[in-house]
C-alpha cells in the first residue's frame, strides 16, 4: 500500500525558495544595520577625540600665555594611539587686545573636512588688568 501525502501538510519548492529569499532579506537587512551602527560608534568616537586635541590645544596655547602669532600653525598630536593633525588659524578682531584663534583637528593631514573646529579669544598677555 502506497501512502500519498496530503498537499496540504507538505511544502512545495516555490514556497521554501520564498521563505528562504524572506530569510535571506532579513539577515541582509540586519548586516547593514549592524554596520552602520558600528561606522556611526567609530565616527562619534573619533570626533569625541579631534575635540579632546583641539581644547588641549588651546588650552596648552593659554597656558603659555604668549601673544600668538597672526597667521597659521600646523602640527600633529598622538591621542588613543592615533596621531591627530591640527591647524591653528590666528587672527585679528575689533578688539586690539584680543586674537581669535580657531583650532581644526583632522585625522589626516590632507583631508579637507575637520572633524572638530574650536574657537576661542585670547588676550595681549602684556596689558595688565587693574583691579
Do not use: C, H
Not at 552602520?36 to 596655547?61: C, P, Q
Not at 603659555?64 to 600653525?73: I, M, Q, R, S, V
Not at 594611539?81 to 586690539?96: I, K, L, P
Request: overall charge neutral.
Amino acid at each position: 500500500m502506497v501512502t500519498r501525502i496530503s498537499r496540504s501538510r507538505a511544502f512545495t519548492l516555490i514556497e521554501v525558495l520564498f521563505a528562504l529569499a524572506i530569510v535571506a532579506t532579513a539577515i541582509t537587512a540586519l548586516t547593514k544595520a549592524g554596520v552602520d551602527y558600528a561606522n556611526s560608534a567609530n565616527y562619534l568616537r573619533d570626533k569625541t577625540f579631534a575635540r579632546w586635541v583641539a581644547t588641549d590645544k588651546l588650552t596648552e596655547m593659554q597656558i603659555e600665555n604668549a601673544w600668538p602669532d597672526l597667521g597659521k600653525e600646523e602640527g600633529e598630536r598622538v591621542l588613543a594611539g592615533q596621531t591627530w593633525f591640527w591647524r591653528v588659524q590666528t587672527e585679528r578682531v575689533e578688539d586690539a587686545l584680543l586674537r581669535q584663534v580657531t583650532i581644526q583637528v583632522r585625522l589626516r593631514e590632507s583631508a579637507s573636512g575637520a572633524l572638530a573646529t574650536v574657537t576661542g579669544f585670547m588676550g595681549d598677555p602684556s596689558v595688565v588688568l587693574q583691579p
